[in-house]
Every structure is written in structure tokens, then in C-alpha cells.
């Protein structure tokens, strides 16, 4: 389903199949300490694990890895992976690197392209996600475009000593093409 690496290319950033060139981003993305809290990652991971998942990526066509670019300075990446083609459904996972690209809006527009992409191309109905009770900030991101809360997973991660719970989160086709709709008029306006 995912055979073909699209590049999208937005207001703020373009998203571009992830390759040996971005290894240094996704080095510098795994090892800041506030995204491995946020996405509660406790392993490290060294140069040669990453530059060999990044040179196998486009190898698969049940998944879509792609780097989050603004300009050329990699920020970031967006992932569709854990494709459920029977059942149309896939899951979507995303990180910025740290504080330096937060509050910029490239999570929102990497959502944004990414989720058009899906719902335009290929036949999936149904987009999941998981996000940390702590993290307000993504959860805040994801319904504004267009995912909803369908459950909790309770004490779904101990971090530091705390329990914390994992929300369940999905946009579904049908609700994609309304806040779609919604977004193209708020930009008219």
C-alpha cells in the first residue's frame, strides 16, 4: 500500500522519505531526553542501528517513514506503520526534536500532509494513534486535526516512578474529509 515514498510539501515543511541523510536528525531526535520522555523511549540507540533502519525504509511497502523538513534541516518524522490492510487501518506515530522546533506548527502541518496523503491515495479508513496522559501539547495538536479520544489505556507506563496512561486516540475517513473541509475554509477566511 505504501510502495511509492511520496514527498508532501507544505507552507513549513516537506516531508521526504527518510534516508542515510538523515541520520544525524534521527540521532540528535532519539537521544533528546524531553522526546524520550514524551514518547516514553527508554533505550538508546547508536549510530549504526539508525543508519541501517533509515537505509531500509523504503524497502517496505506496508509502512511510510518519512522525514519532517524545514528547508533542509531535518526536525523531525512522521511514521505510518502497523498497517491492518483487511481491516483498512493503520497506525500514525510523530516526534520533533525537543524544544527548539515545538510550538512552530510542523507537527500540525506534518499531520496535516500526512493524513491527506492516506486519505487520498490509498484506500485505509481508520488513522490510531497512542499519546501520554502528561502530554497535553500533542493531544491538543491531534484533535485540532481531527483525531478523537476513544479510550484510555490505564497505567499503560512507568516513568520514573509515576504511572501514567496512554489515550487512544483515531480519525476515521469520513471525519478526515470534514475537518479536511473545515481546514480549507478557515484558510479562505
Same mark, same amino acid.
Given at each position: 500500500?505504501?510502495?511509492?515514498?511520496?514527498?508532501?510539501?507544505?507552507?513549513?515543511?516537506?516531508?521526504?522519505?527518510?534516508?542515510?541523510?538523515?541520520?544525524?536528525?534521527?540521532?540528535?531526535?532519539?537521544?533528546?531526553?524531553?522526546?524520550?520522555?514524551?514518547?516514553?523511549?527508554?533505550?538508546?540507540?547508536?549510530?549504526?542501528?539508525?543508519?541501517?533502519?533509515?537505509?531500509?525504509?523504503?524497502?517496505?511497502?506496508?509502512?511510510?517513514?518519512?522525514?519532517?523538513?524545514?528547508?533542509?534541516?531535518?526536525?523531525?518524522?512522521?511514521?505510518?506503520?502497523?498497517?491492518?490492510?483487511?481491516?483498512?487501518?493503520?497506525?500514525?506515530?510523530?516526534?520533533?526534536?525537543? *524544544?527548539?522546533?515545538?510550538?512552530?506548527?510542523?507537527?500540525? !502541518?506534518?499531520?496535516?500532509? %500526512? #493524513?491527506?496523503?492516506?486519505?487520498? &491515495? /490509498?484506500?485505509?479508513?481508520?488513522?490510531?494513534?497512542?499519546?501520554?496522559?502528561?502530554?497535553?501539547?500533542?493531544?491538543?495538536?491531534?484533535?485540532?486535526?481531527?483525531?478523537?479520544?476513544?479510550?484510555?489505556?490505564?497505567? *499503560?507506563?512507568?516513568?520514573?516512578?509515576?504511572?501514567?496512561? !496512554?489515550?487512544?486516540?483515531? %480519525? #476515521?475517513?469520513?471525519?478526515?474529509? &470534514? /475537518?479536511?473541509?473545515?481546514?480549507?475554509?478557515?484558510?479562505?477566511?
Amino acid at each position: 500500500m505504501f510502495a511509492t515514498k511520496p514527498t508532501l510539501v507544505g507552507e513549513r515543511v516537506t516531508l521526504r522519505p527518510v534516508g542515510p541523510e538523515h541520520v544525524e536528525g534521527l540521532l540528535e531526535l532519539v537521544t533528546d531526553a524531553e522526546v524520550r520522555r514524551l514518547t516514553g523511549s527508554r533505550a538508546g540507540v547508536g549510530r549504526e542501528p539508525v543508519t541501517m533502519w533509515y537505509a531500509t525504509r523504503g524497502d517496505h511497502d506496508d509502512r511510510l517513514d518519512l522525514a519532517i523538513c524545514h528547508g533542509d534541516e531535518y526536525v523531525g518524522e512522521v511514521v505510518i506503520n502497523e498497517l491492518d490492510a483487511d481491516n483498512l487501518s493503520c497506525n500514525l506515530r510523530i516526534a520533533l526534536i525537543g *524544544a527548539r522546533v515545538f510550538g512552530k506548527g510542523f507537527g500540525t !502541518e506534518a499531520l496535516r500532509l %500526512v #493524513l491527506g496523503h492516506v486519505f487520498d &491515495t /490509498t484506500p485505509l479508513n481508520r488513522v490510531s494513534l497512542g499519546v501520554y496522559d502528561f502530554n497535553e501539547r500533542a493531544r491538543h495538536v491531534y484533535q485540532k486535526v481531527g483525531f478523537v479520544v476513544e479510550g484510555v489505556l490505564r497505567d *499503560a507506563l512507568l516513568w520514573e516512578g509515576e504511572w501514567h496512561d !496512554e489515550i487512544v486516540m483515531s %480519525v #476515521l475517513r469520513r471525519e478526515w474529509v &470534514t /475537518t479536511k473541509s473545515e481546514i480549507g475554509a478557515s484558510k479562505l477566511q
